[in-house]
């Protein structure tokens, strides 16, 4: 049984005289429509499932090996809900913890049985085609991310009993709610209507990522990871917009030991370091550079900031020097591993380090504006 129905689709063949043929529909009617700001969102019912909103419209462009439609408009006209995405799963039975999976519209062959337009919704790991499928006949239209690790029983928070392989709700997007950056290993924090990387950056450059389970980038200036995350269209999360964005984190928790890989911990405390939209280690793992900074005056007694003493040491990258008395130090957020409990935090600031220094205790994440 097929998924979508067929709104529109070219004339049939040998039919002369038809000017509103699916070609010229394709010139005017949108590659999306929908009745809603966004089609697809979570199912309420399963924590595996998902539901594209009524009245949603989506044009598919199919190869002549299936007749003349060159051009189908496939929608729903009311709810459809995708009960557990498992059953759509093109290869496995299970969804896999802390990865991104694409949604995809795939187009139907006519059989015996059924009309000649028909299309069905796909899940894949393969975030550019279905296995098996050809890519001429689907159309990437959403995805999601799956928790890294079970989130456990935390009292009054939306993520309470999820387990590693539900899916993320806040990563849930589709053609008109996204990032406008690539999507994966993103969500949405709807306070602060921006997109927020859940892991902390690992790569560098064009390599940027948030992904699970990778090698955290740090020891990297405060210039560095600005220059990194804007490669990937991304920037720093400001103050005000990290401590909203870790609201729900393990408060007054923290490792042990310092992290060298992203996601999926646990505090001191047995807590999950995860936030109330599913942001992963914003506290008590590795400082993190917020945007901005201060201008301040340096204790040249500090070693660990001398550069009142000797302005020529500081040189960022080769890009210009800070000067001594009023140099400009970077803003970090969330405290780090090992410190005492009480000072680590979603409102936890340190303002102490300047922006040129490169530190391992220092880590970022980035975010993004809607598309």
């Not at 894949?124 to 085609?129: F, I």
């Not at 948030?210 to 220059?227: E, K, L, P, Q």
């Not at 001191?268 to 914003?282: K, P, Q, T, V």
């Not at 204790?299 to 008395?325: E, R």
Request: net charge negative.
């Amino acid at each position: 049984m097929a998924d979508f129905a067929a709104f529109w689709r070219d004339s049939e063949a040998g039919v002369p005289g038809t000017f509103l043929t699916a070609v010229n529909l394709g010139r005017m009617h949108p590659s999306v429509s929908s009745a809603h700001p966004r089609y697809l969102t979570p199912d309420p019912g399963s924590a595996r499932g998902l539901v594209f909103r009524e009245g949603t419209y989506l044009k598919l462009r199919g190869p002549d090996a299936f007749g003349a439609a060159r051009h189908c408009v496939f929608g729903v006209e009311d709810d459809f809900a995708v009960a557990d995405v498992r059953q759509r799963l093109d290869t496995g039975t299970e969804l896999l913890p802390g990865r991104d999976y694409a949604v995809y519209l795939r187009l139907l062959p006519p059989d015996a049985d059924s009309p000649a337009y028909r299309a069905d919704i796909v899940v894949s790991l393969d975030l550019d085609c279905p296995a098996g499928a050809n890519p001429g006949t689907v159309r990437k239209i959403g995805g999601f991310h799956t928790l890294c690790a079970d989130a456990g029983s935390i009292s009054g928070h939306p993520l309470s009993g999820l387990g590693a392989g539900d899916i993320l709700p806040g990563s849930l997007w589709d053609l008109l709610h996204r990032p406008r950056c690539a999507p994966d290993g993103m969500t949405f924090v709807p306070g602060l209507h921006l997109w927020v990387d859940i892991y902390l950056q690992s790569g560098t450059g064009i390599g940027t990522r948030s992904v699970f389970n990778a090698i955290i980038t740090a020891g990297r200036s405060y210039m560095d990871h600005v220059d990194d995350l804007a490669a990937a269209g991304k920037r720093l999360l400001s103050d005000e917009e990290f401590q909203v964005a870790a609201a729900g984190s393990n408060e007054q928790g923290c490792l042990d030991a310092r992290p060298d890989t992203t996601g999926g911990h646990t505090d001191d405390n047995g807590r999950r370091m995860l936030s109330a939209y599913g942001l992963e280690d914003c506290c008590g793992a590795l400082w993190q550079w917020l945007s901005g900074g201060g201008w301040r005056f340096t204790d040249t007694s500090d070693a660990f900031h001398p550069i009142a003493v000797n302005p020529s040491t500081d040189w960022p990258g080769g890009k210009g020097q800070i000067y001594h008395s009023d140099g400009r130090s970077g803003l970090i957020g969330g405290s780090m591993y090992g410190n005492p409990a009480a000072a680590c935090g979603s409102r936890a600031r340190s303002a102490s380090v300047p922006r040129s220094v490169c530190d391992n205790k220092i880590a970022c994440r980035g975010c993004a504006v809607p598309a």
